[in-house]
T-cell receptor
Framework: EAGVAQSPRYKIIEKRQSVAFWCNPI?????LYWYQQILGQGPKLLIQ????????DSQLPKDRFSAERLKGVDSTLKIQPAKLEDSAVYLC???????????????FGPGTRLTVL | QQQVKQSPQSLIVQKGGISIINCAYE??????FPWYQQFPGKGPALLIA?????SEKKEGRFTISFNKSAKQFSLHIMDSQPGDSATYFC????????????FGSGTRLQVQP
């Protein structure tokens, strides 16, 4: 079974530029998550989708970050304009459902490492 | 607000030794406590998890001990191996309200041969 795919793996941009990340979840997984992992910290949930609807975006900086999940499959996360403090690894994860337990285990992709100069 | 506090930040253990990582939480709405293992360049992967109605769960060399009254839980890795060298994150799931995972800050484990 293929895992969660993310691209690009690395991105370097200047501050105030825009950037987009792409995620393809495991086939059949209804729930998709975007996390931000700053160096030396644990992942922080930015947004959670159930199919193509937003379940939780309470920690998404909506003035600069946006995300969409068209047709309930692939998802993109965009930052515009980027700030220095946005330098982090952006992780995408997917699960069958949005609850807890092994059956709703979150599977993580390898992440996109963003460096903002 | 750091809702899940994890310690130590880093840990060096000899091969065959026991690795112990501790976490504490404040939010009583948390009702599921997973541990994740992350290797460099990879995303976190679920290792083992526990619900608060049990005090201990063991899977192979990995054991979670849970103290509900103290709001603390820990991961024990028995017979630690060099292949266990990774960063470990505790997490807590809020089953009501937000229904999301909150992660600890991570522990970098190095097992020396």
């Amino acid at each position: 079974e293929a895992g969660v795919a993310q691209s690009p793996r690395y991105k370097i941009i200047e501050k105030r530029q825009s950037v987009a990340f792409w995620c393809n979840p495991i086939s059949g997984h209804a729930t998709l998550y975007w996390y931000q992992q700053i160096l030396g910290q644990g992942p922080k949930l930015l947004i959670q989708f159930q199919n193509n609807g937003v379940v939780d975006d309470s920690q998404l900086p909506k003035d600069r970050f946006s995300a969409e999940r068209l047709k309930g499959v692939d998802s993109t996360l965009k930052i515009q304009p980027a700030k220095l403090e946005d330098s982090a690894v952006y992780l995408c994860a997917s699960s069958l459902g949005g609850g807890l337990g092994r059956k709703n285990e979150q599977f993580f992709g390898p992440g996109t490492r963003l460096t903002v100069l | 607000q750091q809702q899940v506090k994890q310690s130590p930040q880093s840990l060096i253990v000899q091969k065959g030794g026991i690795s112990i990582i501790n976490c504490a939480y404040e939010n009583t709405a948390f009702d599921y406590f997973p541990w994740y293992q992350q290797f460099p360049g990879k995303g976190p992967a679920l290792l083992i998890a526990i619900r608060p109605d049990v005090s201990e769960k063991k899977e192979g060399r990995f054991t979670i001990s849970f103290n509900k009254s103290a709001k603390q839980f820990s991961l024990h890795i028995m017979d630690s191996q060099p292949g266990d060298s990774a960063t470990y994150f505790c997490a807590a799931w809020e089953g009501t309200g937000r229904r999301a995972l909150t992660f600890g800050s991570g522990t970098r484990l190095q097992v020396q041969p």
